[in-house]
């Protein structure tokens, strides 16, 4: 592997900063230089090299294909790299354009259907620290597994004796798993956590916040609360709870979920947009200010209806997606995906693209003010399987399908 010289140490750049920064080529010595021990260089910073292209029509790009079942292609802050988590537990490696043959790393996982390895999130500090986690079920029950890794440095592999399991919990049934794992801007693990499953919440668990299914957690793995082998932040809603078996548990961040698949945050404000799988009605896609606290309805509401019961349902503090499909319009599986920051398609600023597994075609809109505007279909091509949207370290879009291909969003 080359290594840039000298060496440079380099701030935990955000894809805006790097934005910034790539068209000032930063690697001759600059007021960032530093030479001293503690100095990391960056084989493989990320550095845009397209140039700007107006316009909003979408098309699209093949990145790689030939992957088995990829859930997710996401990025290290400022590495070039793309990282594709297979739902069998490996983590590929897309580099220079190539995906490389050999796996980042390996995870044992039960899989398939709902199960599998299905989040990944790398550091903020990534490239001072190497440190990744991952959200998979565990095999001989499917447990929930949190777990936490390490890089070979100057490599593109990692050491799968550096596990440490931050969290693992039991799972009454297969299904609703949820899937995200995303550090916010706040610098803390978000975990997008499913109802436990079966259908319509037979236990009530999403709206019952001594459990930790239908959730979004906030952990922090900097630090340590009491035996945990991760941090309570101290902003959490439920942050001082005694946490006994009918007390609200500390990780709690958000409630009412039924099935949060994809989650993700808007680079440039930090608003958290959470793609929601429906039951039998309705697919929805809610967004907000990450405040904390927030009811996302589920099981009184699904999308913005009365689901138990029917009628006359609790509406009080629940919070109504910014746009839903009902499953009469083929979606039956929203796919939630993140806003455009990047820089090489200017036009597509402040664009959230998204889509469903089964309905395939991409969507879009604009969050205005907390309104969804503009939300269309933003091309006719069925892509098949859609499992995500994610930005890469430079902001550009990357949509994986199950069929094994990662495709870039780009205006042709
Ligand atoms: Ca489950
Ligand atoms: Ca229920
Ligand atoms: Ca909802």
Known sequence: MSRPSPRVRLPALGPLVLAVACGGGSGDG???ADPGPDARDMPDAAVATCTPRSGTTIGFEVVATGLDAPLLATAAPGDARLFVIEQGGAIRVIKDGQLLA??????????????GLLGLAFHPQFRH???????HTARNGGDHVIAEYKANFGTDTADPGSRRELMRWSDPYTNHNGGSVEFGPDGMLYLAIGDAGSGGDPQDRAQ?????????????????????AYGIPADNPHAASPDGPGDPRPEIWHLGLRNPFRISFDAANGDIYIGDVGQGAWEEVNAAANAPGINWGWDDREGAHCFEPASGCLTAGRVDPVVEFNQNQGWRSVMGGQV?????????????????HYAGRLWAFELVGGVAQNNRQVSTQNLGGLTAVRADALGELHVTTIDGTVRRIVVP
Do not use: W
């Open 30 to 32: 600059g007021p960032d």
């Open 102 to 115: 050999e796996p980042f790393l390996e995870v044992a996982v039960q899989c398939c259907g709902e199960q």
């Open 129 to 135: 620290n190497d440190l990744f986690y991952v959200h």
């Open 208 to 228: 019952d916040l001594s459990s930790l299914f239908g959730k979004l957690l906030r952990i922090d793995v900097d630090t340590r609360t009491g035996a945990r």
């Open 340 to 356: 455009y920051r990047g820089t090489c398609f200017p036009d597509l600023q402040g664009t959230y693209f998204y889509g469903d």
